[in-house]
């Protein structure tokens, strides 16, 4: 899930760690087209609970070949 990946950041980045700190998924995939599109999956933010939480990569239809941003914005 995305909270389980935010809490994955929470380990290793002292910034995530802070309250507030907003992480903002998005996932790449390429087109048919050799250019990459983006789909937003969701935002999660330390400290606060938010339906993105439980939002799992299947449910986002990340497949094989998707590439996951993550921004820290805390």
């Known amino acids: ?6 809490d994955l950041l929470r380990e290793t980045h ?3 760690r802070k309250d507030g700190a907003r992480m903002t998924f998005t996932a790449l995939h ?6 990459y599109l983006r789909r937003d999956l969701g935002v999660v933010t330390a ?4 339906p993105a939480d439980s939002r799992t990569l299947h449910e986002a239809r990340f497949e094989i070949g998707d ?6 914005d805390a």
């Open 1 to 6: 899930t995305l909270g389980e990946l935010a």
């Open 14 to 16: 002292d910034a995530a």
């Open 30 to 35: 390429p087109s048919d087209r050799g250019q």
């Open 47 to 50: 400290g606060r609970a938010a």
């Open 67 to 72: 590439l996951l941003d993550v921004a820290l």
